[in-house]
């Protein structure tokens, strides 16, 4: 299965270029899984012609750069914005899986409709998760997660597609399901883990080869 998985932009001015990313680890998880990772560039005159001719059939939206609209963001990038807006259009289109890691999460979430906040000690620490009266057996193996973001999603700022699966200790949205497709936010990075976790392999495996959630 081919697996499109969106990258970051950084800019490196002493050469002058504008860079698309992405961790190696994206690759070694994806491996582990039996996925073939396909890079999404973002500075394609027309992605719609060129995911056609990827045989992508599910999607990642990876973490990295804060969405352009955030007051104070930083790091931003414009050109992928619009990629991942237009490649959240296509997965709805085609009914394509979709999981939103980190800034994966929030764009979902505020493509849908809903709103971020700041947020502050998340970055680079590990904290607790606790579920939501509505979390389904996918989750249930999390207890606690990585976490590496300064803007999160309050309960209130849920977009109304969404489900909330588990929250941080503060009570902000750690993960999400839509209420109708196959989609999933979450706030940690499994391409962090070491070694990679069962629990992250099996909610990619039911994402993306359509395994039935229990409630």
């Given at each position: 299965m081919r697996i499109g998985i969106s990258q970051r932009v950084e800019v490196v001015a002493s050469y002058g270029e504008h860079r698309d990313c992405l961790d190696q680890q994206w690759f070694r998880f994806l491996e582990a899984l039996g996925f073939t990772p396909v890079p999404i560039p973002n500075s394609l005159s027309n992605l719609n012609e060129w995911l056609a001719s990827t045989g992508i059939e599910g999607l990642i939206l990876s973490g990295g750069n804060d969405l352009t609209h955030l007051p104070d963001?930083?790091?931003?990038?414009?050109?992928?914005?619009?990629?991942?807006?237009?490649?959240?259009?296509?997965?709805?289109e085609r009914g394509w899986p979709v999981i939103g890691v980190c800034r994966g999460l929030q764009m979902m979430n505020v493509w849908l409709g809903g709103q971020l906040t700041p947020v502050s000690g998340h970055t680079a620490v590990r904290h607790a998760v606790t579920p939501t009266e509505q979390t389904n057996s996918w989750f249930h193996p999390y207890q606690d997660v990585n976490s590496f973001h300064n803007w999160g999603i309050a309960p209130e700022g849920l977009a109304a597609e969404l489900i909330?699966?588990?929250?941080?200790?503060?009570?902000?949205?750690?993960a999400y399901v839509h209420c109708s497709l196959p989609w999933a936010g979450i706030m940690?990075?499994?391409?962090?883990?070491?070694p990679f976790t069962e629990r992250d392999k099996q909610l990619f495996n039911r994402i993306f080869r359509g395994t039935p959630c229990k409630h």
């Open positions: 963001a930083s790091n931003t990038s414009a050109e992928r914005d619009e990629t991942e807006r237009t490649l959240l259009s296509l997965a709805r909330p699966q588990l929250l941080s200790p503060e009570g902000d949205i750690e940690w990075h499994p391409e962090r883990e070491a």
